[in-house]
């Protein structure tokens, strides 16, 4: 996960957002715009938060912020 941080913080049009239930933060994903396609990265749900649809809230917020006509959807097989 560290060259995952490493790339992260080299993209500079890269977006972080945290995903939080009562304070507590349960997740977290990234965003990539670019011309005509938002890049969505790295969605992750806490393990013990999994299975209550906080994934499908987080990922529908971040597209509806950040529309686009094209999407891709990306995760790090170490994040899962």
């Known amino acids: ?3 995952l ?3 992260t913080a080299a993209a500079p049009s890269a977006k ?3 995903f939080e239930k009562s304070g507590r933060i349960i997740g977290g994903g990234m965003i990539f715009p ?3 396609v938002l890049g969505l990265y790295n969605i992750a749900i806490n393990l013990r938060d999994r299975g209550m649809g906080h994934g499908q809230r987080l990922t529908r917020a971040l597209i509806e912020t950040n ?3 094209e ?3 990306q995760c790090n097989p170490g994040l899962v």
């Open 34 to 36: 670019t011309p005509g």
């Open 16 to 18: 972080l957002y945290r």
């Open 67 to 69: 529309g686009s006509p």
């Open 1 to 3: 996960l560290e060259g």
């Open 5 to 7: 941080a490493r790339v």
């Open 71 to 73: 999407l891709t959807l």
